[in-house]
């Protein structure tokens, strides 16, 4: 499907005196589309973002676009993202819509010769997935994804580690977790595409990030609860590298129920055992909780030892990266390929598509 190619954006910024650095500050002009729950995080995080604000936003929902008029003191604000796009000088849009609409405002936006951010999963297929990617290819604009683990150095240690081969040369990461999972459009197949497609595939990305290339898929799936997404499953990915991840999410549990949950990486050489998958209390003073977090590494028949990484806000760390590739025009560190590489594994684990 082609699209209508603009001729390279014009960067538009605004001027302002003083602010969190200090000196003049370019700051970056964004559009908010969608004003729910995941629009308004973003939001909260940008508040920390020097030069970066949100100058307009756009719902569908009167009452959502009144709500965040209120709370974030946003004046200019529109029903249809269409007539915000088409009506305002803006560098960029945050896509927070639910996943089925995210295609059709990304390539919108794109069109229009703005910069995306999208939040994941970037689409509901993978041709929608393509669509996008090729209209901010076509409009010479950014597009990042919103997996905000990539920003997070919870995340980064695991990968730090991992990359050390402190765990062997082959490494197996495993999760079990379960709990009622959010409802309304999550749960249906065509707009949500349940726990595996919107909360799994933030693992199925970070996989990627610390294993490579994904080459095999497997998985089992079943309902609990009368959804037309499929609420549970385990699912196995294989990669390049040696390297592997299983993980059992379920969505359809009722009410206050209670289950296990563990995370931990097993390789011949050492186990990681993750935040909430030990008792942390023997290693209370090598850490400050306040500011830090710890894992717990074994290797061989040595005594486990803790292993400390500093606390951050990853989403704040996430919209400063994109605010920054906007103005220096670099890519992303999360592109619209990667995205489409976990979304092939997700709905290949959804067994809707082949590897």
Request: aromatic share 8%; net charge neutral.
């Amino acid at each position: 499907m082609g699209h209508a190619t603009r001729a390279r954006p014009r960067w538009l910024y605004v001027w302002q005196r003083g602010g969190a650095t200090g000196k003049n500050m370019k700051t970056v002009r964004l559009g908010l589309i969608g004003c729910g729950g995941i629009g308004r995080h973003h939001s909260n995080a940008l508040r920390k973002v020097p030069g970066a604000q949100i100058t307009a936003a756009a719902d569908v929902s009167e009452e959502g676009l009144n709500r965040y008029k209120e709370e974030f003191g946003v004046d200019r604000t529109y029903p249809d993202y269409a007539d915000m796009l088409a009506a305002e000088e803006l560098d960029a849009v945050l896509v927070c819509v639910p996943t089925f609409l995210h295609h059709a405002a990304a390539v919108k936006a794109a069109d229009s010769g703005v910069h995306v951010f999208c939040e994941k999963p970037m689409a509901r297929t993978n041709a929608q997935a393509e669509e996008m990617i090729e209209a901010c290819r076509a409009n010479h604009v950014r597009l990042q994804i919103g997996f905000v683990r990539r920003f997070d150095n919870f995340w980064g240690k695991a990968k730090e580690i991992v990359d050390g081969g402190a765990l062997g040369r082959t490494v197996v990461w495993r999760q079990i977790q379960a709990g009622r999972g959010p409802r309304s459009w999550f749960m249906d197949r065509e707009k949500g595409g349940g726990p595996l497609l919107d909360g799994m595939i933030h693992n199925i990305d970070f996989a990627h990030c610390m294993f490579g290339k994904p080459v095999k898929v497997a998985s089992g799936l079943t309902r609990l609860r009368e959804t037309t997404a499929v609420d549970t499953g385990t699912v196995w990915v294989d990669y390049e590298s040696g390297h592997a991840m299983t993980n059992s999410w379920s969505w359809g549990l009722a009410g206050k129920m209670q289950t296990v949950a563990g995370m931990d990486m097993i390789g011949s050489d050492g186990v990681l055992l993750f935040p909430g998958a030990f008792d942390s209390q023997p290693y209370a003073s090598q850490f400050d909780p306040k500011t830090e977090g710890l894992f717990l590494l074994t290797r061989g028949d040595a005594e486990s030892e803790p292993v400390v990484y500093a606390k951050n806000d990853m989403f704040v760390d996430q919209l400063k990266h994109f605010s920054d590739c906007i103005g220096t025009g670099n890519e992303p560190k999360v592109t619209g390929e990667d995205g489409r590489l976990a979304l092939r594994v997700a709905l290949a684990a959804l067994q809707e598509e082949n590897l």
